[in-house]
């Protein structure tokens, strides 16, 4: 029987989380050699580091059996999310996901040729194009969505709904603060 759904404050295992990592031996050698540093900051940066190596190809599994790359679910998703008639500009695109007008151009040519996205002229700017989400795509991002949640429900599995809650808020906190404009 899994705890991982339990809605107490339970780990899933004690042992889980009270044994030394990887990380915890770093931190003791470094302790060792320089003991007038406080590595607090480095144990945590580094665990984050290890747990983003962890989910990566995890995600990257669910989005591989609906024949996409990470890129392109994100894309797909991005129009999905934008709301019916699911329709972006490529320049949108690009914003919203954060990437070279080049790199979406990649996507956005894999995508056609799967036949999950269409390309036609905007109505209201000859010069430059819309991108739509075709039947096919919006299936497959559905599809593949619904997956991806249930896999990283998953994978944090090992917290208790408190504990996700928690970790939630300060990664919000911590992405505010890195991503502030310096004073």
């Given at each position: 029987?899994?705890?991982?759904?339990?809605?107490?404050?339970?780990?899933?295992?004690?042992?889980?989380?009270?044994?030394?990592?990887?990380?915890?031996?770093?931190?003791?050698?470094?302790?060792?050699?320089?003991?007038?540093?406080d590595l607090t900051a480095i144990a945590v940066v580094g665990r984050l580091g290890r747990?983003?190596?962890?989910?990566?190809?995890?995600?990257?599994?669910?989005?591989?059996?609906f024949g996409l790359q990470r890129g392109e679910f994100d894309v797909l998703a991005a129009?999905?999310?934008?709301?019916?008639?699911?329709?972006?500009?490529?320049?949108?695109?690009?914003?919203?996901?954060?990437?070279?007008?080049?790199?979406?151009?990649?996507?956005l040519d894999r995508l056609e040729s799967a036949g999950m996205i269409e390309r036609s002229?905007?109505?209201?700017?000859?010069?430059?194009?819309?991108?739509?989400?075709?039947?096919?795509?919006?299936?497959?991002?559905?599809?593949?969505?619904?997956?991806?949640?249930?896999?990283?429900?998953?994978?944090?599995?090992?917290?208790?709904?408190?504990?996700?809650?928690?970790?939630?808020?300060?990664?919000?906190?911590?992405?505010?603060?890195?991503?502030?404009?310096?004073?």
């Open positions: 029987m899994s705890t991982a759904n339990t809605h107490d404050d339970t780990p899933a295992s004690t042992a889980q989380t009270g044994a030394p990592d990887a990380v915890d031996a770093v931190v003791a050698a470094w302790q060792r050699e320089r003991p007038d540093l747990v983003n190596l962890l989910l990566g190809p995890a995600q990257e599994q669910v989005f591989t059996e129009l999905r999310r934008s709301g019916a008639p699911y329709t972006l500009s490529p320049s949108r695109l690009s914003d919203l996901l954060m990437l070279s007008r080049g790199g979406m151009t990649n996507r002229l905007d109505r209201a700017d000859r010069r430059s194009f819309q991108i739509r989400l075709t039947e096919h795509g919006y299936a497959t991002v559905d599809g593949a969505m619904t997956q991806h949640t249930a896999n990283v429900t998953a994978l944090l599995g090992g917290l208790t709904p408190r504990e996700v809650t928690t970790l939630n808020e300060l990664a919000r906190k911590l992405l505010h603060h890195l991503t502030a404009p310096p004073q």
